[in-house]
């Protein structure tokens, strides 16, 4: 039997807004619990909503951002239910008429591989509290500075077919809201939370199967893995004859699979109606075109322009396209007229990694893109090798100076003079006379044992390509 897994997942960005949604409260996130709170958070009697028209242009650049239609009039709605972390014992949410509607969103799954996901709706809502659990005193907290934080819900068809997927779709999805710059789009912090939604069904059926929704994935890894699972589990009921419960199911990260949360007989009823205290949200053609013009490189836009301006392979280009700051950097670095390859090559392994091994962030990196490119450089005049460049690069990030005084007071310049190498190539030819006489006799993997000697007697100071031309020469004569 084939089976195909359907996956629609249910993304809860929180917009970057300095207010929230519906009061003039800070949004600021890790402030002390319950500082940030007002009287329309907590659903004082006769306190009334005010729509925050910032939230409101962060959600239509994105709908701009993946080609959706942007409703002209939308409205807001009270989704009612009873929970601790919710005062109003409602939220407000859209939901028959969401601000945004069927755009998509493209996903790489390898450089010839693509697919376009599809956006079915995005609606604006409010965050409700955050509970806080102490586990040694037993008891619940509740953070109400949550309350009203600015949420961006962004739902895809079930258009995706594995944990693969669904982890690309994420990550494309999170990297377009950074570059946008309406979310953090940090899960460590909540700002981005996704719920899966995952049936399967055989290959040739013509309707969904009873699909789980998998929730409390707090990181990419978790997720690709709860799916995976999940997907496992469902078709292993079937293929035993058994059927699949319509349920909500957590991910137990320990055990590494997911359980049962709480059954759903039907779809919760939530008596949804409109929000009276608000009216419904219209917008202008103005309106909508003013924040068109607003739009940035796109990461996808980004990605091309990347390999074609510079001629980069499509991993490089989508490494260094999967980060605003760090093609920015490299940009930069580009532009002081070093090799494009050399810089997307330093700035991918040497400069990644010492970043990532001290966990700083490249807007913060100790060397400065000016400085590698001076480096860079330094390199393709063949004042230093590769190698030697490595060693200014680690002074460059402990700050022990600009590119010219390391390589100066360190004394790295390369011997680039011919007549030293010479001297030394000559003396290294005498001292290994049988090694000398197999060269000549036909023994050209050899060359790299003398390349080897000469490069350990100058201390990688030599420049390796003039090395080997020398050394040709010589072991012939
Ligand atoms: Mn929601």
Redesign the pocket.
């Known amino acids: 039997m084939v089976w195909e897994a359907n996956i629609g997942l249910?993304v809860?960005i929180q917009l970057k807004t300095k207010s929230k949604l519906f009061s003039g409260t800070s949004t600021n996130y890790g402030a002390f619990p319950n500082t940030q709170i007002s009287k329309i958070d907590l659903a004082y009697p006769g306190v009334l909503p005010v729509l925050n028209a910032e939230a409101v242009k962060m959600a239509v650049k994105f709908g701009l951002s993946i080609n959706a239609e942007i409703s002209k009039t939308s409205v807001f709605e009270r989704?009612n239910y009873f929970y601790p972390d919710l005062p109003k014992g409602y939220?407000i949410?859209q939901n028959e008429a969401p601000l945004i509607k069927n755009g998509f969103i493209t996903i790489h799954l390898s450089e010839k591989e693509s697919r376009k996901i599809t956006i079915k709706r995005a609606?604006l809502?409010e965050d409700a509290a955050k509970s806080v659990h102490k586990n040694f005193t037993k008891q619940t907290g509740i953070d109400f500075n949550r309350v009203g934080v600015p949420?961006l819900?962004i739902v895809t068809a079930p258009d995706l077919h594995s944990a693969k997927e669904a982890a690309a779709y994420l990550r494309t999805l999170q990297i377009l809201v950074r570059y946008l710059g309406i979310s953090n789009a940090n899960m460590q912090e909540g700002s981005f939370r996704c719920d899966a939604n995952i049936s399967v069904r055989l290959k040739d059926q013509k309707t969904l199967g009873v699909r789980t929704e998998v929730k409390n994935s707090n990181s990419f890894r978790f997720i690709e893995r709860a799916i995976d699972y999940e997907i496992k589990r469902q078709i292993k009921i079937l293929e035993s004859g058994g059927r699949v419960i319509q349920e909500t199911r957590l991910y137990d990260e320990i055990n590494t699979k997911t359980r049962a949360m709480r059954f759903k007989e039907e779809a919760e009823d939530y008596r949804y109606f409109y929000e009276p205290d608000l009216l419904p949200l219209k917008l202008t053609d103005e309106f909508i075109k003013q924040i068109a013009t607003e739009l940035p490189e796109l990461p996808h836009e980004k990605l091309q322009r990347l390999q074609q301006d510079y001629a980069l392979n499509f991993y490089d280009a989508n490494i260094l396209s999967s980060d605003l700051n760090t093609a920015n950097y490299f940009e930069e670095v580009v532009n002081t007229k070093v090799s494009p390859k050399l810089a997307a090559n330093w700035i991918i392994s040497e400069l990644a990694s010492k970043l990532h091994s001290n966990n700083v962030e490249i807007k913060q990196s100790p060397i400065t893109s000016k400085q590698l490119g001076e480096l860079l450089k330094c390199i393709e005049e063949q004042i230093i090798s590769g190698k030697i460049a490595k060693e200014v690069f680690a002074a460059l990030w402990n700050k022990e100076g600009n590119v010219d005084d390391i390589i100066a007071n360190k004394g790295l310049r390369q011997i680039i003079d011919s007549e030293v190498l010479e001297k030394i190539i000559t003396a290294i030819i005498a001292d290994y006379p049988g090694h000398s006489l197999e060269y000549r006799n036909g023994k050209n993997s050899l060359l790299d044992f003398f390349v080897g000697k000469v490069m350990d007697k100058t201390r990688g100071k030599a420049n390796p390509w003039q090395v080997n031309n020398l050394l040709k020469e010589k072991l012939k004569s």
Do not use: A, I, R
């Open positions: 249910e809860h989704k939220q949410t609606h809502e949420l819900e």
